[in-house]
């Protein structure tokens, strides 16, 4: 028989009430408070490679940091994340080597579903979020469930990040809107070709 877990991480509705998630999620909880108590960062990042699935040699991250299981991140040589970086991890986070992260980024792969009845039930599942070498976010970036991103990505401040095609191409930028309203005037810009500074918020670059 599956278990939910094994249902959870593949992206299948699942019930985050198991028991044996429960207990994850609780030693999990203890490896946080630890780090986020630890002062040293070097014994921090001890912590993080005892408690994720898998580190590099080389890490730094200030906290605070939170996440749900820890177990199901995996993060790549050389990784950088200022303040307050929220990992939520029903299912697998995977990060390339030389990442940057500003402060106040998120990666949330957690979904819950639409119909009100389903979702009043307690059943939840998520995507998987990866991400490759030499990524680079600003300040307060959201990266959400599903999204696949190549190597050499800039995100800047503020930018959320969802699961959808690139809807603007131009200079190999890729941008990600946050509402509907705004992609007219964007697509205007590209075909006039623009100078695009003002719009920095709005995009995740890509070299």
Same mark, same amino acid.
Not at 28 to 38: D, G, I, L, M
Not at 74 to 89: I, Q
């Given at each position: 028989?599956?278990? =939910?877990?094994? !249902?959870?991480?593949? @992206? =299948? %509705?699942? *019930?985050?009430?198991? %028991?044996?998630?429960?207990?994850?999620?609780?030693? +999990?909880?203890?490896?946080?408070?630890?780090?986020?108590?630890?002062?040293?960062?070097?014994?921090?990042?001890? &912590?993080? !490679?005892?408690?994720?699935?898998? /580190?590099?040699?080389?890490?730094?991250?200030? %906290?605070?940091?939170?996440?749900?299981?820890?177990?199901?991140?995996?993060?790549?040589?050389?990784?950088?994340?200022?303040?307050?970086?929220?990992?939520?991890?029903?299912?697998?986070?995977?990060?390339?080597?030389?990442?940057?992260? #500003?402060?106040?980024?998120?990666?949330?792969?957690?979904?819950? $579903?639409?119909? $009100?009845?389903?979702?009043? +039930?307690?059943? =939840?599942?998520?995507?998987?979020? /990866? &991400? #490759?070498?030499?990524?680079?976010?600003?300040?307060?970036? &959201?990266?959400?469930?599903?999204?696949?991103?190549?190597?050499?990505?800039?995100? @800047?401040?503020?930018? $959320? &990040? %969802?699961? *959808? !095609?690139?809807?603007? *191409?131009?200079?190999?930028?890729?941008?990600?809107?946050?509402?509907? @309203?705004? *992609?007219?005037?964007?697509?205007?810009?590209?075909?006039?070709?623009? $100078?695009?500074?003002?719009?920095?918020?709005?995009?995740?670059? +890509?070299?």
């Amino acid at each position: 028989m599956t278990s =939910e877990y094994q !249902k959870m991480i593949a @992206g =299948e %509705p699942y *019930r985050p009430s198991d %028991p044996e998630l429960r207990v994850l999620a609780q030693a +999990s909880r203890q490896k946080q408070a630890a780090f986020n108590k630890e002062e040293d960062p070097l014994k921090g990042a001890d &912590i993080i !490679k005892t408690w994720f699935g898998s /580190t590099g040699q080389n890490l730094y991250v200030n %906290p605070r940091l939170v996440v749900d299981y820890g177990v199901n991140i995996h993060l790549g040589e050389n990784f950088y994340s200022n303040w307050n970086l929220t990992m939520l991890d029903v299912c697998p986070i995977r990060i390339g080597n030389n990442a940057m992260l #500003g402060p106040n980024c998120q990666f949330l792969t957690p979904l819950h $579903p639409l119909d $009100p009845h389903e979702r009043n +039930s307690g059943v =939840e599942y998520g995507k998987p979020i /990866t &991400i #490759g070498d030499n990524f680079w976010a600003g300040g307060g970036v &959201i990266v959400l469930s599903g999204v696949t991103l190549g190597n050499n990505v800039v995100a @800047g401040a503020g930018a $959320p &990040i %969802p699961m *959808r !095609k690139p809807l603007f *191409r131009y200079h190999q930028c890729v941008s990600f809107f946050r509402s509907d @309203g705004l *992609r007219a005037l964007y697509q205007w810009v590209a075909e006039m070709k623009k $100078p695009i500074k003002f719009l920095n918020r709005f995009f995740a670059y +890509s070299t």
